[in-house]
């Protein structure tokens, strides 16, 4: 049971803006490490997930960018951030004109991290963390999605649930800088940006990003 979640985040992290979108801030670390210990001292329990919400991947950061530079894609619009993190994509969203963003994650510390960062935005972000692959896809114009291909089953389980939200109709954009999961194919290029991060979470500090649509009737 975390007793004060935006409180750790609130002590463990500082408002940073990004590198590759300056237009946000985000409460971010600058370790993985001490706070992935800290994540798991808080949770009581070990071998956890990294906390993803606690930092601006790139995948992230290049549909991030990509939302803000092309804001009729969203503009008027209901967005889903799935996977959402810290709620960068969401923002992103928001900022570009999105008509509402809900922002999903299992985390238990996205919750606090997605209101922090809207706050810092200010922007207004909604938030579920029930998992959403268990049910249909949720009844949104967009569905964004960044680095969510990094590992098999979970790769495989998001293809096809993005699949049926794009066949329903659902304008599904993917940021990934080729992840070792990513899909060869059925996705149409729409960006390519150098997206600056850290050799702490990436081999480079520099990760070529790409942004993507999931082409329908696949």
Not at 79 to 91: H, T, W
Not at 106 to 118: K, Q, S
Request: some cysteine; charged content about 20%.
């Amino acid at each position: 049971m975390i007793a004060d979640p935006a409180a750790f985040i609130l002590s463990n992290t500082r408002l940073q803006s990004l590198p590759h979108a300056p237009e946000i801030t985000l409460w971010l670390a600058d370790e993985i490490t001490p706070l992935w210990r800290l994540t798991e001292e808080e949770l009581g329990e070990l071998g956890l997930p990294p906390p993803f919400w606690a930092f601006a991947w790139a995948g992230g950061q290049g549909l991030a960018r990509w939302l803000i530079d092309n804001p009729h894609e969203v503009a008027g619009r209901r967005v889903l951030d799935f996977a959402a993190g810290s709620g960068l994509v969401g923002i992103a969203a928001m900022k570009a004109g999105a008509a509402s963003v809900l922002c999903a994650d299992i985390d238990p510390f996205c919750a606090a991290a997605v209101a922090l960062n809207a706050q810092a935005n200010q922007v207004s972000l909604d938030f579920t963390d029930a998992n959403l692959l268990d049910a249909p896809p949720p009844d949104v114009a967009v569905i964004c999605a960044g680095d969510v291909f990094y590992e098999r089953p979970m790769a495989e389980s998001v293809l096809a649930w993005l699949t049926v939200a794009a066949d329903r109709g659902a304008r599904v954009l993917v940021g990934d800088p080729l992840r070792t999961y990513f899909p060869r194919s059925g996705f149409d290029l729409l960006a390519e940006y150098e997206v600056p991060t850290t050799r702490e979470l990436e081999d480079s500090a520099v990760k070529r990003t790409r942004v993507w649509a999931l082409a329908t009737g696949r």
